[in-house]
């Protein structure tokens, strides 16, 4: 791919970073062991080959001065836990986060041996799959080669598969040295048997063991990685092909997300074509590092591969965002051949997606589309809160056509909140979804179709749990979505028209983020004045927001002084809230 860099920084990396290491082939993933949940202390360093051979950049024209020639296909592997020397060149990082945050408190009973140390107990390594690999498949030659393993094409020997070409992902026990590795490979299989099924999504067929190995046999895509399509294009996609392939990304990823699964690891490496055809269908693969994610939860571990590294998994509180600035990197290489975050080093990533921003001044972008470079940027926004999610993007005006959108996990969890706020506060969003763009209105009407409304145009709890369970795998039983009906049980005797569900389903946050912002706030607030503002105390402004004494000194600006009213200053905060670090802060 072209060079690579972050417009508003400048990296100075002493380390080289060079190390050696060996690229995943196509249709295996490097199966490092991912750090579990809570549990800031297993994220060290990580074994990544040198991101900068020399090679020559396939993108066309003289490099910017200064800048080293980028990598034709090198991303760094996955953030590993250890042992693996030389130190990691982000270690200053990681001990900021430290001081910033306090030392991780361990569990009462001690921690899991990480170091390979042996526990007082050996390790069950033993997983119930099926005994008799050897009887029902026929192992041929190796196609790829991760830490943990390698991949083999195979045929089946019986049984409904038989005669047909397989992948079989081959994992060794031996180097399954702690609790946490084994509960990884348990984890991924067990997300590759709940999801499988949708169309952009490598099909698992079974799971076998012995005493040496663990098999995880899956469709064979013989098409090739997307990296080496993009690579086969010249370094970039044109913006009509570029769609097809994040759309295709996208319903994959929304899949996943409703069904409360984030993958953790998406970049053009984990995603392979069916057949070598141009046209034939792509399909997501390595769920190594994927985990389950309850609805209001948030994750603490950094994991994943460090140009497509969400900010907020560095600050180490994340959840299905991450996945969606993933495919913002993944968006942006399509369109100009060039990563948005580029550094020589781990740590100079970090810095870049940390603090640069995205270049889209140089060429290609002044031909790029100004849809597509809109549609980057709600990708890439360093705020998580104002990035759209997977079916929010599948509604953009650059990808929007004739295309099914998905159910989206957000209104559940946005409606939850409507129903228990204060009149004042629902009064609020009713004036701001009155001037809501057409854009947004073309994803509100979409999802309000897929809850299928009642003969009244009315929809009530009973059309999301319909709506929930049409939609379901084994996956959600795992990771409790279907537990956010029980919150939304104030909705029982409710009905919601559309448009009180679309007050309900609006999210200021990403509404501030457009630029048309002022301006529907400034409409918000004219019908927010004929019907819903209302005299108010700070008092009384600090009972609802739940706020203490010690902002009452915050709240004092939001009301006006001529008619106690909520003044156009405090309409705007009042629908973002206060932060609780405004809370703290001494008076």
Request: proline share 7%.
């Amino acid at each position: 791919m072209g060079q690579c860099y972050g417009k508003n920084i400048a990296v100075d990396d002493a380390v080289d970073g060079s190390r050696t290491g060996s690229r995943t082939g196509p249709g295996v993933h490097q199966n490092g062991v991912s750090s579990v949940k809570n549990t800031p202390n297993h994220a060290s360093s990580s074994p990544w080959p040198n991101p900068f051979p020399h090679a020559a950049s396939p993108m066309p024209g003289a490099l910017p001065p200064g800048v080293p020639p980028s990598p034709a296909r090198s991303t760094p592997r996955r953030f590993f836990r250890r042992p693996f020397p030389p130190p990691s060149p982000a270690k200053h990082i990681k001990s900021s986060l430290v001081k910033r945050q306090g030392a991780p408190k361990q569990p009462k009973d001690g921690p899991i041996p990480e170091d390979g140390a042996e526990s007082e107990r050996p390790l069950d390594k033993s997983f119930g799959y099926s005994k008799n690999f050897t009887s029902k498949y026929e192992l041929g030659h190796e196609v790829g080669r991760g830490h943990f393993g390698h991949t083999c094409y195979a045929k089946a020997r019986k049984g409904e598969l038989k005669g047909q070409p397989v992948a079989v992902k081959v994992i060794s026990k031996a180097k399954m040295t702690t609790a946490i590795a084994i509960e990884d490979v348990r984890r991924e299989v067990k997300i590759l048997k709940a999801l499988s099924g949708h169309a952009n999504l490598v099909k698992f067929y079974d799971a076998c063991e012995d005493s040496n190995n663990v098999y995880i046999v899956m469709e064979l895509c013989e098409g090739g990685e997307l990296l080496d399509r993009i690579l086969s294009r010249g370094g970039r996609y044109t913006e009509e092909d570029a769609k097809i392939i994040v759309r295709q990304i996208l319903s994959i990823v929304a899949f996943c997300h409703l069904q409360g699964v984030v993958h953790r690891d998406l970049k053009p490496e984990n995603f392979l074509f069916s057949t070598k055809d141009e046209h034939a269908p792509m399909k997501a693969i390595d769920f190594g590092l994927s985990d389950f994610i309850r609805p209001d939860e948030r994750l603490n571990d950094i994991v994943g591969s460090a140009y497509y590294v969400a900010p907020e998994v560095l600050h180490r509180s994340y959840s299905l965002e991450g996945d969606i600035w993933s495919i913002g990197v993944i968006t942006y290489i399509l369109l100009c051949g060039s990563r948005p975050f580029w550094a020589r080093t781990e740590s100079g990533i970090f810095r870049a997606v940390l603090r640069a921003d995205p270049n889209f001044d140089d060429a290609p972008w002044p031909s790029v589309s100004a849809e597509a470079k809109d549609f980057v940027k709600r990708l890439l926004n360093k705020d998580l809160r104002k990035r759209m999610t997977a079916a929010q993007a599948l509604t953009h005006p650059w990808l929007r056509g004739q295309h099914p959108i998905p159910l989206d996990i957000l209104i559940f969890k946005l409606v939850k909140s409507y129903i228990r706020a204060s009149p004042l506060r629902r009064a609020a969003l009713k004036a701001l979804s009155k001037s809501l763009t057409e854009d947004e209105l073309v994803y509100l009407k979409a999802q309000f179709k897929l809850l299928e409304p009642n003969k009244d145009g009315r929809i009530s709890l009973e059309n999301f749990r319909s709506a929930l369970t049409r939609n379901a795998t084994e996956a959600m039983k795992e990771s409790k979505v279907l537990d956010i009906l029980n919150s939304m049980e104030h909705l029982a005797s409710r009905r919601l028209d559309f448009d009180e569900f679309c007050a309900a389903t609006i999210s200021v946050y990403q509404l501030e983020a457009l630029d048309g912002w002022e301006q529907i706030a400034s409409s918000a607030f004219e019908y927010f004045e004929q019907e819903g503002n209302r005299v108010i105390t700070v008092e009384e402004l600090a009972r609802e927001m739940n706020l203490a004494s010690t902002a009452h000194s915050v709240l004092h600006d939001w009301i006006r002084s001529t008619d106690g009213k909520l003044s156009f200053h405090g309409f705007t905060k009042y629908l973002h809230g206060v932060t609780l670090r405004q809370n703290t802060r001494p008076q």
